[in-house]
């Protein structure tokens, strides 16, 4: 299973990549986390945001496999028409019926991350069109885990976070660059309670 390592799951839409992009560049090398994305993506499209961020970081990038093991270090992004969902210990890549006109939606990653690890999941919603990510962010929280919405003024598309920040969901709202600086001091401060405990 995957160790007691924080899972970040992020969400995004229109006006997201050059966000993604800024943030993979910020995370240090030896950060110890998981990251699983989801981008609304035409499922006739390639999808090059593996490649686009593989540019920009250390981590490993690549489209998420049904069943594979959860590493850290890793960055797993949902394929095209497909659903990305987070288990304990691996990941499942599905089908399953579009949610918020969508397939991969963000809400099932946010939703099943927050079953699977509860307070160690830190979900992100980034620029993007209507609500997805809204719903999930409220399982998250519920299960204790961090929320994060990007600052509605500085994305391209605001929708989707300022959906998150209105329903009350949102606990910090935040420009990207405070993102990628609050996520180190989140993982710097999991591994000390880790090893204090």
């Not at 959906?163 to 709202?173: D, L, N, P």
Request: aromatic share 6%.
């Amino acid at each position: 299973m995957f160790g007691g390592q924080l899972v970040i799951v992020i969400g995004g839409s229109a006006g997201s990549i050059e966000p993604l992009l800024l943030l993979a560049q910020s995370l240090p090398a030896n950060l110890t986390v998981a990251i699983f994305i989801v981008v609304h993506t035409p499922a006739n499209r390639p999808d090059f945001l593996p490649e686009l961020l593989q540019r920009r970081t250390q981590f490993s990038v690549a489209h998420a496999v049904d069943g594979a093991v959860i590493q850290p270090r890793h960055i797993y992004i949902a394929p095209p028409d497909r659903h990305l969902l987070v288990k304990p210990g691996y990941m499942r890549v599905v089908l399953g019926p579009k949610e918020n006109r969508c397939r991969p939606a963000i809400d099932p990653l946010f939703r099943t991350a927050a079953r699977a690890y509860g307070q160690r999941v830190v979900a992100i919603v980034l620029s993007g069109a209507l609500w997805d990510g809204t719903a999930g962010l409220v399982e998250v929280k519920a299960q204790g885990g961090v929320t994060i919405a990007q600052d509605p003024q500085e994305a391209t598309v605001s929708s989707m976070p300022q959906s998150a920040i209105t329903s009350g969901t949102a606990e910090y709202i935040l420009a990207i660059a405070e993102i990628a600086r609050f996520l180190v001091e989140l993982v710097h401060s999991s591994v000390l309670k880790t090893e204090e405990s």
